[in-house]
């Protein structure tokens, strides 16, 4: 089955440590995304890459960091930067710009 | 710039009522322009889609939404609530302006409730 998978889907870390989010998909997708989700606040974008060994800030990439070596995969790293990492994590793919964003399950991020 | 209104945080309906959800844009350029659903601690699943053919979309699960461009909206309808169907709701825009970044620009959600 074609799809984008997360893992973990609980995640829980201690202040100060970084931790990275896993994000893949095979559905052959140029472009993917990650987004954060806070009650009553929707989606905000944190980082996008439109390409391999390509990506872009989006509207709250600070304490956060993303890599795309290969076109399936896009993890996306919290750093001890990030004031509050605790948040659900969504990632997203499309073929490209302006067409739609298939969504992946999610990873619910609890930081103490 | 793009953006996204949507009326109401929560709106709520009985069983086999009508489930109207409002959206408004706001876009320098003809939009693109998409709904998503999203039930507990899940990702977000697209509904529907406009991308500038008929201005009347029909969606999954009995959702249809109509592109008015004069209202600069984009409300999603069903014509009969059905308990399965709280949850909530993105409605989202394509951002083509002048950067063109393809990302899309989402509202702040709408939780519908269905009540029995």
Redesign the interface.
Known sequence: DGG?T?SPKYLFRKEGQNVTLSCEQNLNHD?M?WYRQDP????R?IY?S?IVNDF?K?DIAEGYSVSREKKESFPLTVTSAQKNPTA?Y?C?S?F???????????T?LTVT | AQSVTQLG?HVSVSEGALVLLRCNYSSSVPP?L?W?VQYP??????LL?YTSAATLVKGINGFEAEFKKSETSFHLTKPSAHMSDAAEY?CAV???GSS?????I????TTLQVKP
């Open positions: 984008i997360q472009a995304y009553g606040q929707g989606l974008l996008y439109q872009q989006g659900f969504l997203a499309s490209g710009t302006n067409y739609e964003q298939y969504f992946g399950p999610g619910r | 945080s693109y998409f998503y601690n899940q990702g977000l699943q697209l889609k993105f394509s951002d083509k063109n970044t393809g990302k899309l989402f509202g702040q959600g």
